[in-house]
């Protein structure tokens, strides 16, 4: 499992703030090498709703097993927090292609994204 606190990130931009417990330390360790950019997007990150969390994780390589592992560590924190994360995962060479591309969902993670 990949570990470290996504959640005491995504913690404050949650209304109300809510408290995790051992999901404070489920997802993305410090030494998961192949996390390029994790952010926060879309209505949590303008402040203007209380629907989901909008979760974009970029990852080095395009190794699905990575990908698996990553939305396993983001199930563990929607049971823990319950609060649903709409996650997405790319290859950085996905999202440039997007970025390229100038496709909405890039534009607005990179408009409007907050960096965690």
Known sequence: MIVAPLTASIVRYLDPPIRASSAENTLLSPSFDAL?????????????ADSDVDVAIIV??????????????????????LVPLSTIVFSEAEYQRLMAGERRIALDIEGEGITL
């Open 60 to 81: 080095r390589g395009s190794d699905g097993k990575i990908r698996d592992q990553l939305l396993n560590a983001v199930a563990d924190v929607e049971l823990e927090t």
């Open 36 to 48: 390029a950019k994790l952010v926060l997007y879309g209505s949590r990150a303008r402040g203007d």
